[in-house]
């Protein structure tokens, strides 16, 4: 799995290994992807599945949804590819489900997620 570095875009610099569950409302971050661009994303959320969490993202200049394994240390977060085909796919039908609108055509939800 490869790690990514991540940057919540806060100025006033604090510690997100805070305690508090989540509640900080992180609503960007920048991220290094494994071409070592550069991309500023906007957080859909982060949900569990299966004792994990995983973070959904979607980068400012584009509409596809990227999936990560998400965990927080005391180094901060950090973000790793999920590197199985099953486990993607159980993760991407966690995420539809989660943040889906059943109004929408899943399907067509489906082919613009993909994977970094």
Do not use: W
């Not at 200049?61 to 977060?77: A, H, K, P, Q, R």
């Not at 993607?88 to 489906?110: K, T």
Request: hydrophobic share 30%; with cysteine; net charge negative.
């Amino acid at each position: 799995m490869t790690d990514h570095n991540v940057d919540c875009g806060c100025d006033h610099g604090h510690d997100h290994d805070c305690g508090c569950d989540h509640d900080h409302d992180l609503q960007t971050l920048r991220i290094i992807l494994d071409d070592d661009t550069e991309a500023e994303c906007n957080v859909l959320g982060i949900f569990e599945m299966n004792d994990k969490e995983y973070i959904a993202l979607v980068p400012q200049d584009d509409e596809t949804v990227l999936l990560y394994e998400y965990s927080e240390n005391e180094e901060g977060i950090e973000l790793k590819n999920i590197e199985n085909d099953d486990e993607f796919e159980a993760v991407s039908e966690a995420f539809f489900s989660v943040f889906g609108d059943e109004d929408e055509d899943a399907e067509e939800d489906e082919e613009e997620l993909s994977e970094e």
